[in-house]
């Protein structure tokens, strides 16, 4: 079944289809560009705005009540500064309405390292489905490369990974006031946020920060910062299903100079087995029909091969970042959150 017509493929969860079907309609194959403010400006042009206001519509469209109650939750927001660049990051704090002390998801969005920000509904929606299964979420809002989140700078890395590293020191070195467990807190996040939350636990390893996190589920992670490539399939075959990868813009927007330079801190798909053997235990969670389904099993190989304690889940019928689809799929989402969660607790 080819991929141009994905809500036509009966391997795909059929609930999928209006919304490929309308993904395919207006993500449309685009051509490398030259350099990173060609990027900018076709991201700034006011056609690209007004398709992303579009989007941000549907995506605060999807705050899901009904799935995922404000009741019984505690909701706030934090403001802190971010280190080396003292600019300011936002954090959505949202945990069940208890003086008990909780393990924590430390929760990076995606939106390949450009785009989106996690106080849309959609993700607040999938904060809340996560913190009612009785653990605290820490979202962070980093600099995104592209265009802002809701904090209005947009740069380059290692902008958002540095705001991601500051925003999990500052739930460290807050976990009291927070009513959390300093000693259990999971890094997590999905698609861009998976490559942030595998470079957020290399560079705290590597800085030898005291507070390392207890463990790591990443979601479909984007790491390869090049695509295709004969030795993951998924990245020709599934190209188009959602997401389109097979160009080199979102590597011009966030960092060509790291992907020339093979930096595991900005693509961790070119991290060896001494970059990650002292991870702690993780997950990696893909999707069958992404396709950065295979560079996600690339990674969990290497943890693997580093000795690290690691496993990987497919999620059968769907395509990418499909558990966060919590309005489409929420059965799937329902599972997922309980797996992260209990992955936490454990």
Known sequence: MSHQHPEQDPRIDPRHGPFLKMMSEVNAAKPDANNREEVLAAANH???????EQMIKLYNA??????????????TRESIVSEPDGNTINLSIIRPDTNETLPCLYYIHGGGMATLSCFYGSYQTWGR??????????????????????????????????DCVSGYLWTCENAGALGIDAKQITITGESGGGNLGIATTMKLIRDGQN???????ALCPFIA????????????????????VGNNRTALAYGIEALTAKDPLA?????????????????????EFDPLRDEGIGFYRLLLRAGVKAQCIQTMGTCHASELF?????????????????????
């Open 46 to 52: 006011p056609a690209a705005i007004a398709r992303e």
């Open 62 to 75: 999807a705050d899901n009540e009904a799935l995922a109650s404000r009741d019984g939750l505690r909701i």
């Open 129 to 162: 489905l996560l913190a009612h299964q009785g653990v605290a979420v820490i979202m962070v809002d980093f600099r995104n490369a592209l265009r802002p989140s809701s904090v209005p700078e947009v740069a380059p890395f290692p902008a958002g990974l540095n």
């Open 211 to 217: 507070n390392l996190p207890k463990s790591l589920y």
């Open 225 to 244: 910062g090049e695509w295709p490539q004969a030795q993951y399939p998924s990245s020709s075959e599934h190209d188009g299903i959602f997401i389109r």
């Open 267 to 287: 693509w961790p798909h070119f991290a060896i087995e001494d970059d990650v053997k002292d991870f702690p235990s993780t997950v990696i969670r893909v999707n």
């Open 326 to 346: 919590c309005s489409i799929l929420p059965d799937i989402s329902t599972a997922a959150a309980r797996d992260i969660a209990g992955f936490a607790r454990r």
